[in-house]
């Protein structure tokens, strides 16, 4: 069965410092999302991406956030300068219509952990 | 925009018992509900969903219950076995036009043997 994946499983940097989390969507899917999860806390939506366009974010996706599909398999987050609150488990999903109902495939997720 | 609330936090059963989890939502508009079992390691996995206008859904030992009216609805697991013990998240989509799931804070189930 297709699975979403994400490298690095885990993450650890240094506050400041560049951090991509990278994820391979469902090869036919055309929607891409983020999500995060601080520990102890409800799983939060951070982006949408489709046709190589950000469709829409959240209050958390900052200019500190950026996402890119480098080529026809990636899909990355970018966290330019890493805050201690950053720290979280974050996952990749995808969804091959996004229409109401779409099923959105999770990856396994990265925990991150800003020092 | 949308808030789901999500009770309980914890859920201890007994093999073959039932265990019902229950959310709450904010937004009038949300029309599409699904559920997510996520384990150890894993990222959260779809077991059921239900739409706006649908009441009621089962699929084997699993059914989801819609109240439009109140903004809630509820997770019914019947004959629960160890393997379903695992954080369930419930989710609540808005007419956006995107995607844009909105969980709750997780309910972890545990069934012992």
């Known amino acids: 069965e297709p699975e979403v994946t994400q490298t690095p499983s885990h993450q650890v940097t240094q506050m400041g410092q560049e951090v991509i989390l990278r994820c391979v969507p469902i090869?036919?899917?055309?929607?891409f999302y983020w999500y995060r999860q601080i520990l102890g806390q409800k799983v939060e939506f951070l982006v949408s991406f489709y046709n190589n366009e950000i469709s829409e974010k959240s209050e958390i996706f900052d200019d500190q956030f950026s996402v890119e599909r480098p080529d026809g398999s990636n899909f990355t987050l970018k966290i330019r300068s890493t805050k201690l609150e950053d720290s979280a488990m974050y996952f990749c999903?995808?969804?091959?219509?996004?229409?109401?109902?779409?099923?959105?495939?999770f990856g396994p997720g990265t925990r991150l952990l800003v020092l | 925009g949308e808030n789901v609330e999500q009770h309980p936090s914890t859920l201890s059963v007994q093999e073959g018992d039932s265990a019902v989890i229950k959310c709450t939502y904010s937004d009038s508009a949300s029309n599409y509900f699904p559920w997510y079992k996520q384990e150890l390691g894993k990222g959260p996995q779809l077991i059921i969903d239900i739409r706006s206008n649908v009441g009621e859904k089962k699929d084997q030992r699993i059914a989801v219950t819609l109240n439009k009216t109140a903004k809630h609805f509820s997770l019914h697991i019947t004959e629960t076995q160890p393997e379903d013990s695992a954080v369930y998240f419930c989710?609540?989509?808005?007419?956006?036009?995107?995607?844009?799931?909105?969980f709750g804070t997780g309910t972890r189930l545990l069934v012992s043997p």
């Open positions: 090869s036919n899917h055309l929607y």
């Open positions: 999903a995808s969804g091959d219509s996004g229409e109401i109902g779409e099923t959105q495939y």
């Open positions: 989710a609540a989509i808005a007419n956006t036009g995107f995607q844009k799931l909105v």
